[in-house]
């Protein structure tokens, strides 16, 4: 199955299914590893990785050159975070085609403005005109290369403070517009929102969530709602960096390494990440020629 069939079928399957966020090949192949069926490609977390802010500080083809080798290292698809498009409708188009020449499965596309500022940042951030978006929708539809290519719309009304018939009216454009699948972001702790957003959206499309602020909603309620998707957007990156931090401050504490050494991973686990057993297998054959 192609990659992009696999993530259309993950957003439309009965069961809820689950994208674990990925910013760079190992942290995807870990994700992988670890059982999960798809991934999703952080924009906030792709540029913290690089020391940048989540405001399109990263340009388009610097997050696609990290997307390629996160690709390249899997065999699951990958769910891109696009932000705004990264411009107008061409450079939506151009995006959607350059991810479906490099095998990414889809996209999902949020209806701010450009340069986007991250939606946990400030309150109030304006929205996009909605006959705009929508456009950006169709330019999108219509680029991609694969016939199961999907383009996720990412509604920021309720992140912006507006009431919910606004979030509802968006929604139904951009899956009038084309959207596959929608995306109701919130930043309320309860998940009332969501829940709320869902039961009147009646599954007119496939529903995705991000449950950063809410995480204390228990995943079933979600599921009783009819979402089809939940992205667990940022945790492989903090968890990393909450690691990081712990372990750099020991060594600098103790000038050395000998008390940590069974608490990060041995160098064979990193050797297997990076397929170094698989490229000593491939030289036997290769230079034995």
């Known amino acids: 199955m192609k990659k992009s069939s696999a993530l259309k079928a993950l957003l439309n399957k009965k069961e809820?299914?689950?994208?674990?966020?990925?910013?760079?090949?190992m942290s995807a192949k870990i994700a992988e590893q670890s059982g999960f069926e798809g991934l999703w490609a952080s924009g906030l977390s792709i540029s913290a990785s690089m020391g940048l802010s989540?405001?399109?500080?990263a340009s388009w083809t610097q997050v696609m050159d990290v997307v390629d080798f996160m690709v390249d290292n899997t065999a699951i698809p990958i769910l891109l975070d696009g932000d705004t498009g990264f411009g107008n409708f061409n450079n939506v188009r151009r995006l959607v085609k350059k991810l479906s020449q490099r095998g990414v499965a889809g996209v999902c596309l949020e209806d701010k403005l450009f340069?986007?500022?991250?939606?946990?940042?400030?309150a109030g951030q304006d929205l996009a005109d909605i006959n705009e978006f929508c456009g950006k929708i169709q330019a999108a539809k219509d680029s991609q290369l694969e016939e199961d290519f999907c383009v996720v719309a990412r509604v920021e009304a309720l992140i912006s403070g507006c009431?919910?018939?606004e979030a509802l009216k968006r929604a139904d454009a951009y899956?009038?517009?084309g959207a596959d699948a929608i995306l109701i972001h919130?930043?309320?702790?309860?998940?009332?929102?969501?829940?709320s957003f869902c039961r009147q959206w009646n599954n007119a499309c496939p529903v995705v969530i991000v449950p950063t602020k809410y995480y204390n909603t228990e995943t079933d309620a979600f599921r009783d709602v009819g979402v089809s998707t939940v992205i667990w957007a940022n945790h492989s990156l903090r968890?990393?960096?909450?690691?990081?931090?712990?372990?750099?401050?020991?060594?600098?504490?103790?000038?050395?390494v000998a008390h940590i050494e069974r608490e990060i991973a041995t160098l064979d686990d990193v050797f297997q990440?990076?397929?170094?057993?698989?490229?000593?297998?491939a030289e036997k054959k290769y230079l034995s020629i």
Do not use: W
């Not at 968890?239 to 050395?256: C, G, P, V, Y």
């Not at 990440?273 to 297998?281: D, F, G, K």
């Open 16 to 25: 809820m299914a689950f994208l674990m966020e990925a910013h760079n090949a």
């Open 163 to 165: 009431p919910m018939d």
């Open 239 to 256: 968890a990393s960096i909450a690691a990081m931090r712990d372990i750099t401050q020991k060594i600098r504490l103790n000038n050395s």
């Open 54 to 57: 989540d405001r399109n500080e």
């Open 175 to 177: 899956h009038r517009a």
């Open 186 to 195: 919130s930043k309320k702790s309860d998940g009332e929102e969501i829940l």
């Open 273 to 281: 990440l990076t397929n170094e057993y698989e490229v000593q297998q």
């Open 115 to 122: 340069p986007k500022v991250n939606s946990f940042i400030g």
